[in-house]
């Protein structure tokens, strides 16, 4: 056969092999001394993990380490796959109390994102959903790390919330009657018509997913976190024109009545869940709805700050409500509802998402299913469960390790020691 047909057959072949070209640069070999297999709760000892580009594309178990060469030595760890935190604000620093929002140019959230996503990533968290942004920062910042420009982790964006006149996350529910914003950043929206407006606006702007705040919050002025504020059939148009694109609508709900509310609209997670009820636990059973409860950020604003909320309408102490909140999450765990981890991270500073892991065993979650919230179950809420969650052939190679055996002491993700993202490695120590 003539050369140059013989090249017209080859080239083909290499450039559309389903891993791409198959250099030998672009393979690497891991030795994990122990492999966390988070369905089963098994530990594989003495495991090769091969990865080609940014797939996994080989496991192989119990091999002698002295019959292999170039390989990274995890061999004194225990490997597990890459952590995803489901309620994340990586261009927000809330945890800055000397921060004002109203003297920063809109640039200031992109910028200090940067920073937020590198923490975020080298804490082991390869993936993150990010629920709420302003000046659609968390679109520019993920569009960035996607692009190469900045280290950070994967992140699917809601741009931000979409909530009622004077409701959570309305900017400047403060000012007085005379004055407004010309154009309020916080999103507010009234009426199904103005509701599925904004949705499609939020679709154009090419979000990820949709955040709605079915009720009042923490952190806005004059907002009761327990009241309500969408009607079902504002929530209701939302969801449908999510649906339209394939996209999930998450919502913020501390009240009964809006947990309630949102899971009849057809809502895929519930986010806070403060004053969770019997029913509304139900619910989210009967309708297979995600529930995310944000220990973290909850124990650090009323105990470790001990913030002062004297104004919404809570009738306990902090204590008591942070205990509240644990033995909601319990009920909630014993009773089978799809839990995944997020921690809201900006109440407190970015990079400490693992402290939750302590958190929720001491509520009562065991080990493996806490980490199980934070790989598969948060995978399949973000959609992404046949890339991301566990360490398989033919899934990303979004690889953590950490010391010891995390089964017997989850403090050891609060140190996690190597982190591979798309099969490039962002931590070794």
């Not at 154009?183 to 599925?196: E, L, Y």
């Not at 205990?323 to 009773?335: G, L």
Request: proline share 3%; glycine share 8%; hydrophobic share 40%.
């Amino acid at each position: 056969m003539h050369r140059r047909y013989l090249y017209l057959l080859i080239v083909p072949c290499i450039l559309f092999h389903p891993l791409g070209l198959l250099g030998q640069d672009s393979i690497k070999q891991i030795l994990a001394g122990r492999l966390l297999e988070v369905k089963t709760g098994q530990l594989q000892k003495n495991v090769l993990i091969t990865v080609n580009n940014n797939v996994i594309t080989g496991i192989k178990k119990n091999v002698d380490p002295s019959e292999i060469t170039d390989f990274i030595d995890l061999s004194g760890y225990t490997v597990l796959p890459g952590l995803i935190d489901c309620h994340t604000h990586l261009t927000d620093p809330s945890f800055l109390e000397s921060f004002d929002y109203y003297e920063q140019p809109g640039a200031i959230f992109g910028i200090l994102g940067v920073q937020f996503a590198k923490q975020t990533l080298e804490a082991g968290f390869t993936t993150v959903r990010d629920v709420g942004a302003a000046y659609y920062s968390d679109v520019a910042l993920r569009d960035a790390i996607n692009n190469g420009w900045i280290v950070g982790p994967k992140m699917y964006v809601s741009g931000t919330a979409l909530t009622i006149t004077g409701g959570h996350g309305a900017y400047g529910n403060w000012l007085a009657p005379e004055l407004s914003f010309k154009k309020n950043p916080g999103n507010p929206v009234d009426g199904k018509d103005a509701v599925r407006k904004q949705t499609r606006v939020l679709i154009k702007n090419r979000v990820d997913l949709i955040k709605i705040n079915a009720s009042g919050g923490f952190g806005t002025a004059r907002s009761i976190p327990g009241a309500a504020s969408f009607t079902i059939e504002e929530m209701e148009v939302v969801v449908d024109e999510a649906r339209k694109r394939g996209l999930k609508v998450a919502a913020h709900a501390h009240g009964e009545e809006s947990i309630s509310n949102a899971i009849k609209a057809g809502v895929h997670s519930i986010e806070h869940a403060t004053f969770l009820s019997q029913e509304n636990i139900e619910l989210l059973i009967k309708n297979k709805v995600y529930l995310m409860m944000d220990l973290l950020a909850a124990y650090v604003d009323l105990i470790e700050i001990n913030q002062d909320y004297s104004d919404k309408e809570l009738l306990l102490s902090n204590q008591e409500v942070y205990k509240q909140i644990e033995t909601r999450f319990k009920k909630a765990y014993d009773q089978g509802v799809l839990m995944v981890f997020g921690t809201d991270a900006s109440v407190f500073k970015h990079g400490r998402n693992a402290e939750q892991f302590a958190l929720m065993e001491k509520a009562g979650m065991k080990p493996i299913d806490i980490l199980k919230s934070a790989t598969q179950n948060a995978a399949n809420l973000i959609g992404i469960e046949n890339y991301a969650g566990s360490i398989e052939v033919g899934k990303w190679a979004d690889i953590i390790a950490v010391k010891g055996n995390p089964l017997e002491d989850l403090s050891v993700f609060e140190k996690v020691v190597f982190v591979m993202k798309d099969g490039k490695v962002y931590k070794s120590n």
